[in-house]
């Protein structure tokens, strides 16, 4: 049974940072691609950022680029989103999900690709 527990979120100024953590279990995390994503009141579910599972190969949403950076650590099971210049727009619950199969490098930017996901943690922004 696999599991991921977000952890991080809170509330920040804007301007501010905050860093996410995702700690997995249940399968060997070191195989397969990592997703960050994040859904606010009304609207869809939206792609954030995901590392493939060497931690070589880092996609990101278009509104994050240059903001947030995604990274992982295999030895601790651990996925992170560093969250930076954080906007009232990026106010959303964020979701750590992991991906359906091991050992894939491409872009995994759909949700419905992934089969696994954390229970969530808000992430509120101030103006």
């Known amino acids: 049974q696999v599991q991921l527990v977000e952890s991080g979120g809170g509330l920040v100024q804007a301007g501010g940072s905050l860093r996410l953590s995702c700690v997995a279990s249940g399968r060997t995390f070191s195989i397969y691609t990592m997703g960050w994503f994040r859904q606010a009141p009304g609207k869809e579910r939206e792609f954030v950022a995901a590392?493939?599972?060497?931690?070589?190969?880092?996609y990101y949403g278009d509104s994050v680029k240059g903001r947030f950076t995604i990274s992982r650590d295999n030895a601790k099971n651990t996925v992170y989103l560093q969250m930076n210049t954080l906007n009232p727009a990026d106010t959303a619950v964020y979701y750590c999900?992991?991906?359906?199969?091991?050992?894939?490098?491409?872009?995994?930017?759909?949700?419905?690709?992934?089969?696994?996901w954390g229970q969530g943690t808000q992430v509120t922004v101030s103006s």
């Open positions: 590392v493939a599972w060497s931690g070589g190969n880092t």
């Open positions: 999900a992991q991906f359906r199969r091991p050992y894939y490098r491409e872009p995994a930017a759909t949700a419905g690709e992934y089969n696994y």
